[in-house]
């Protein structure tokens, strides 16, 4: 059994959860979306992270924005741990 936000092995980080949108189903596609961070139109291929924004779709990210928001996430979460 798998703890949360814990995996042992390479497929099981990657079940479900986030995927590069290259190769997939149109239901998938980018298309007609915006970037999570940035706000700008994105195009596959890009980050698509399951989960909902505003409008109820995926979450969809160009490369260099999922840097820069997990470069700004790791940097809020171990501010977090320094406070609590």
């Known amino acids: ?7 042992s092995t390479c497929a099981e980080r990657l079940a479900g959860t986030t995927m590069i949108t290259v190769d997939i189903p149109a239901y998938l596609s980018a298309s007609g979306n915006v970037c ?11 980050v698509m992270w399951h989960g909902l924004n505003q409008r109820n779709t995926n979450i969809f990210l160009h490369p260099q ?4 928001l997990v470069f700004h996430l ?9 406070v609590g």
Do not use: I
């Not at 059994?1 to 995996?7: F, I, K, V």
């Not at 790791?74 to 320094?82: N, P």
């Open 36 to 46: 999570f961070y940035c706000g700008e139109a994105v195009q596959n291929p890009c």
């Open 65 to 68: 924005c999922a840097d820069r």
């Open 74 to 82: 790791a940097s809020d979460a171990r501010k977090c741990r320094e």
């Open 1 to 7: 059994m798998l703890e949360r936000g814990r995996a």
